[in-house]
C-alpha cells in the first residue's frame, strides 16, 4: 500500500491540557504555573546577556558559564528522561515535547526504508541513518510530511515535560492553606481553633 500524495503533520510541543478531565486539569494548574514562571525567568535571563562583548582574560570563565546557561534554555523546557532538557524532576504539567521520530522513506510500505531522527540534549536533531550520523534542525524533522519519495513520520515520540522539583512543596502549601481556609469557613478557626477546643473540654473524672 502506497502512501504517496498523502501529508503527515506534527507539533514539536502537545498540550494536552484541554483534553484532560477538569479533575486532572486543577492538578496541573499548579506545575503549569511553576514551569511557566521558570520558562519566563529564562526568556528574562536571555533577554539581558549581552549580543556582543569584548572578553578579557578574567571575564572569560564568567562568559563560558553564561553562556551554558543560555544553551540550557535554549534546549527548552526538561523532560521526564532528563535528556533533552534539563533537571526538573517535579510534577506533571499536561506538555510533551518531541523527542523522537521514525520515518520511512519509498512509495510502498512494502519497500523503501527506515530511519530515526533523535532530539539531543541540546535540542538538536540527529538522523540516524544506517552507519550513518547525520547533525539535523528541528525545521527539518517538522517537514517530514511525506509525499513521493519524501520521509513520512510514522512514529512519534514524546518526553513528557515536567515543573521544577520546588513545585510539588508549593502545590502542596497552597492546599494546606486553602484547606485551613475551608476549615476556618466551616468549623470556625480551622486547626488552631480545635486544638483551642479540646484545650478547653473538662478532663475525665476518675471513678
Request: net charge negative; proline share 6%; glycine share 12%.
Amino acid at each position: 500500500m502506497g502512501h504517496a500524495g498523502c501529508g503527515v503533520t506534527f507539533p514539536s510541543d502537545l498540550d494536552v491540557f484541554d483534553f484532560c478531565t477538569p479533575e486532572l486539569r486543577k492538578e496541573l494548574e499548579g506545575p503549569r504555573a511553576a514551569l511557566k514562571d521558570w520558562e519566563d525567568e529564562q526568556i528574562e535571563l536571555k533577554k539581558k546577556a549581552p549580543k556582543h562583548q569584548k572578553l578579557d582574560n578574567g571575564s572569560k570563565a564568567a562568559a563560558g558559564a553564561a553562556d551554558a546557561e543560555m544553551a540550557d534554555a535554549a534546549a527548552g523546557p526538561s523532560t521526564s528522561g532528563g535528556g533533552s532538557g534539563g533537571p526538573h524532576q517535579g510534577p506533571f504539567t499536561g506538555r510533551y515535547q518531541l523527542s523522537a521520530v521514525l520515518t520511512h522513506k519509498g512509495r510502498s510500505a512494502d519497500s523503501g526504508h527506515y530511519v530515526a531522527w533523535v532530539r539531543q540534549a541540546d535540542g538538536t536533531w540527529v538522523l540516524f541513518d544506517d552507519d550513518k550520523i547525520i547533525p539535523k534542525t528541528q525545521e527539518d524533522v517538522l517537514a517530514l510530511s511525506g509525499g513521493g519519495d519524501w520521509h513520512m513520520a510514522y512514529l512519534l515520540l514524546y518526553s513528557a515535560v515536567r515543573a521544577p522539583a520546588a513545585a510539588p512543596e508549593a502545590a502542596g502549601a497552597a492546599a494546606a492553606a486553602a484547606a485551613d481556609a475551608s476549615g476556618a469557613a466551616a468549623g470556625g478557626g480551622g486547626p488552631e481553633a480545635a486544638e483551642e477546643k479540646a484545650a478547653e473540654a473538662p478532663a475525665p473524672m476518675e471513678s
